[in-house]
């Protein structure tokens, strides 16, 4: 048997450092952290794209995809980005594909589409084997100069080809279809503007490079979304915004009021806002509906066609069609906030936030870059060709020689040179020319190409070497860039109205509630019900066997009741909502997240800018204003902070006038201190009221000191003025009561 032998081990590689592992790991996620930033997320504030579209647009120019020419299947265009310029997957790319087509998405679309590319409900396009594709005329005019040396290229992944870093982008891509983003520890956000003007802007800022971002918001009022709206807000916050790089945009759909049969009436809904589904707009005005949290409205309709049309009816002709919206406005998105953040990578590839005056002074000086390069390429071309047509011209004005020296000599081209003091260039070109060029009419093109290569010659020269000529020549591109996609055309018109904020105030939803006088009861069990009318005894109604009122108090069905709890949570329920008072009601645990381990402490209904005393079992408490403890949700609104196996034990109002505060524990002994001594706050445990061994906190109420304790029992109201021995510091145990005081320990009666 052959004898194995043992194989050498692998040199170590030459490149190996000991290094720190946080060294590494941070070394590594800044590289991942700039990958994200520079090549996925923002946008490059010269021609507004990322990687991933400006790929996608060059690789369809690589197609010859122009707008004059026939679609292809987007699967071979996703084919050639992933294969080329792009190594990611082909569902990123087609995505990106697919909403740089979609008309409701991009404001001004780079790609024209033929098939399903999805539309404004929120449905998927088709494969992209089953759709076709071309470039537009907006993206035609980013692309035009990428052959004529207008940019830099870089090799691609593979170092098989090349790509631009950044597109000549004769269109400002940038505002104009906006960009969003999410990348490591920053964002970009920018809606899209109008192109006109846009272009306006540019011009305005090539006469007046330190204009004031005033006069720039003049010429530009707002964004201009694909789907319309109307913008109502403020012409200050929209300054503000356009001067710093960040803000919001208000943005509501636009409305009508359609008028019908008997003095009824209906809200057409035509346009809705930016990238909002209008499927989903449906929907959760149909769940709120379901949900009784729109009253003012019967039913939402969605009769849509090519055309928005979502069709809105009243419960009563009487509402108000204003009133309905601004409440449908505050509740669903039919009103949205499109947010700004103009954070974009300058010419330096560095991410930060501009203002508006940066973002356009940037572009134009891009154009101005690009500009002198495609100039200074052309210029290089016209001398070229001048040096063969100036050879052409010799070779003419001495024809025959030129003949007789080919047709003799075995290496003509010195020669040529030498007989006519041509250069390398100009007798090579002499050599490969045609028999068909010597034509007479031939020598009159030549000569007429000369001339006119001459003066365009003379005229870049010229420009080069004057800026403000080349200013003048920026201002005429975007002056037909403005005639191209200005206001005057289909695609340019301004879609979205710069409206009005709302100033009148809304009638709150209470407003639509008819008031009626109720009582309102509550049992010890916490079983909830509102009878009809103020009732001066609840003991006649009917409770459940084993259960015995608790709570009962005069209220309106306009009144939003509160209920404070053992968890020290407030609930609000509406009054309008509470169960009816023929039966025995419907438990508390049913209309709000409540536990079965909780009881109710105080239940009344809400005023408004009254104070209330809180305070746990254990004897900590505080001041909180009322109207801090309203609930917005079944949760309720935690005020008062308990810990393991506490619970709340008391809520009372503060009295007019009232100074002091006197408080009980269950082993009977009174405190009364003053009511300064109270902090007052939203949330928390609050402070120590009185010191107990054993035992707790058993009730408090506030009182004037002058006027002395009252106290109440079933059967009348006492009162005690001689009260100075009780009266201490916060904290404190406190003395027994004096005699008479009730023996269940409550200043509310037993």
Known sequence: MAKRTAKAAPPPPEDIRPTP??????????????????????????????????????????????????????ARVVGDVIGKFHPHGDVAVYDAMVRLAQDFAVRYPLVDGQGNFGNIDGDNAAAMRYTEARLTA??????????EDAVDFRPTYDGEDAEPIVLPARFPNLLANGAAGIAVGMATSIPPHNAGELCDALLHLIKTPKAHPSTLADLIPGPDFPTGGILVESRESVLDAYRTGRGSFRLRARWAEEKLAHGTWQVVVTEIPWQVQKSRLIEKIAELLQAKKLPLLADVRDESTE????????????????????????????????????NVLDADNTPRVMGLREVLQAFL?????????????????????LEILEGFLIAYLNLDRVIHIIRTEDEPKPKL??????????????????????????????????KALSTERAELKSLLKDESKRWKTIAAENAEIRAAFGAKTDLGRRRTTIGKPPTAEVAPIEAFVEREPITVVCSEKGWLRAVKGHLADVDELKFKEGDSPAFAGHAQTTDKILIFAGNGRFYTIPGDKLPSGRGHGEPIRLMVEMGNEHEVVALFPYVGKRKLVVASREGRGFIVPEDDVLAQTRNGRQVLNLGDNERAAACVFVGEDADAVAVIGTKGKLLIFPLAELPEMTRGRGVILQRYKDGGLSDLTTLKLKEGLVWKTREQTRGETAIKAWVGKRGQAGLLPFKGFPSSRKFGGS
């Open 21 to 74: 592992l946080a060294e590494a790991l941070s070394e590594r996620y800044l590289a991942y952290a700039l990958s994200t930033i520079m090549a996925r997320s923002l946008p490059d504030v010269r021609d507004g794209l990322k990687p991933v579209h400006r790929r996608l647009l060059y690789a369809m120019q690589q197609l010859r995809l122009n707008p004059d020419q026939g679609f292809k299947k987007c």
């Open 138 to 147: 907006v993206a035609q005019a980013l692309l035009e100069g990428i052959d």
């Open 307 to 342: 055309q928005v049309r979502i069709v809105l009816e009243p419960k009563s002709r009487a509402v108000d069609p204003g009133v309905l919206m601004e409440h449908l406005f505050r509740q669903t998105e039919l009103e949205t906030r499109v947010s700004l953040n103009m």
């Open 365 to 385: 000086d891009h154009r101005h870059v690009v500009l002198v390069r495609r100039g200074t390429f052309r210029l290089g071309k016209i001398e070229a060709r």
């Open 417 to 450: 040179i030498k007989a006519f003091k041509l250069t390398e260039t100009q007798a090579e070109a002499i050599l490969n020319m045609r028999l068909r060029q010597l034509r007479k009419l031939e020598e009159m093109e030549i000569r007429g190409e000369h």
